[in-house]
């Protein structure tokens, strides 16, 4: 989803001296990781209509395993702090690389009845590349979106929906 590269920026942060040299050096480790997942996604958002294929998406999701790990031997709380919306991005991430990001996959070839999915216009091709749209989808269209993702592709995938709902609402500050 082209949304989350919108939203994967790495702020810039200066560690005060009351960082430890190993903490340092962790962020840096942790940056690394994150550098490498912004590498992925720029390949295809937002420079190219291509989505990003699912393999990307496991890929990015098994770095995104080894930065949290990281993130969490952080004990310095400005260089967590420098790190730490990835605990956001990559449950979005997650969501995405599991079964609702093949549903949405899917569904965006088959559109869902709009007749019976008010929701419907949100599985279109790039319907979700602002922030505003995104929001839409895990705020005001929760339940519908829920529902056409059961309906078409089962409950785990509305399941890893509503578990990915409160890390995207908070990533995208909606």
Known sequence: MKLLFLILILPPVAL?????TTDQIRFLQCK???????DLLKLYAPYTDASIPPTVFKQISKLCKRTL????QIECVEAKKGVSMMDYACEGIEMSAGPFGD??????SNLPDPKKYQCSELFEKDSLDTISKGCKMFTEDVECVKNVAKDYCGAPAADAFKKGIPFMKNLMKC
Request: proline content about 0%; aromatic content about 0%.
């Open 16 to 20: 005060s001296s009351g960082c430890t």
């Open 32 to 38: 690394g990781t994150i550098v490498k997942i912004q």
């Open 69 to 72: 790990t990281c993130v969490e």
């Open 103 to 108: 549903c949405m996959v899917k569904l965006q």
